[in-house]
């Protein structure tokens, strides 16, 4: 599967080819939804994944409440029992959920340390220097 340039994020100039072969398992119309900041997590996030399920499908990645959600569909063809699809399924969950709590601490434009916050009920992830775009937000404690 073939990325378009569709799928690819607007700021695509900045793209790196860990995104472009991200972006590739990216089913059409989908595409990814984040800004640069969380690319290098996005990388290491589909290197992990790729080790443990290497025919996973990726169905959608997108910034939601100012942290990265990553949604996946796995391949288990060969996995062999279904004890041992639990524990893949489990294992992958784990690492997602992980990336996507790491993201909640990332500037989601520079990918510098972070904190999320909010105003009038729209989130973002910032650091001090991007932080100004979002005056007046209220920070959130994350775990």
């Not at 398992?25 to 290197?47: F, K, M, N």
């Not at 939601?64 to 569909?73: I, N, Q, T, W």
């Not at 790491?102 to 729209?122: D, Q």
């Amino acid at each position: 599967m073939l990325a378009t340039l569709a799928q690819l994020p607007s700021d695509a100039a900045t793209v790196t080819s860990g995104v472009t072969a991200l972006a590739a398992r990216l089913a059409p119309p989908q595409r990814i939804e984040c800004q640069s900041g969380w690319y290098p997590l996005l990388v290491a996030l589909d290197t992990t994944l790729s080790q443990l399920a290497p025919d996973y499908h990726l169905l959608s990645v997108k910034e939601k409440f100012g942290s990265l959600h990553y949604y996946v569909d796995i391949n288990d063809d060969d996995v062999r029992s279904p004890q041992e699809r639990t524990e893949l399924c489990e294992c992958v969950s784990a690492v997602i959920r992980l990336a996507e709590r790491r993201s909640a601490r990332l500037c989601e434009i520079c990918g510098a340390p972070g904190r999320l916050s909010s105003k009038s009920g729209y989130y973002t992830t910032r650091c001090p220097t991007h932080r100004p775009l979002t005056r007046g937000s209220e920070p959130i404690a994350t775990a």
